[in-house]
């Protein structure tokens, strides 16, 4: 397994276009070794809106297959506000 990419602990709509950047060349990167299941790490999140949430809900459009692992208390929390918490928490427990 791959290290996993780590989110910034702001994703927000001031860091979103940086976070995307990066997360969308780290999945290249993975993807050319293995399309094996990618671990996206929200443990350092510690502010997060509509549009870091709009990042992650990207993800589940493309073809590789991913799963959110150690959210944080703040992310968890923005997640079940949304209604995204089971969707979240599948990803957290996907094998």
Known sequence: MSQAFEL?????IYSAVETRDALLAWIAAQTAKS???LD???AKVRE???SGLQLLASLSHSDQPWRLVDPSDALMQACTQLGL????AEQT???
């Open 8 to 12: 910034p602990e702001e994703m927000n």
């Open 35 to 37: 399309d094996k299941l």
């Open 40 to 42: 996206i790490s929200g």
């Open 48 to 50: 997060v809106d509509g």
């Open 85 to 88: 918490g089971d969707w979240l």
């Open 93 to 95: 427990n996907a094998a």
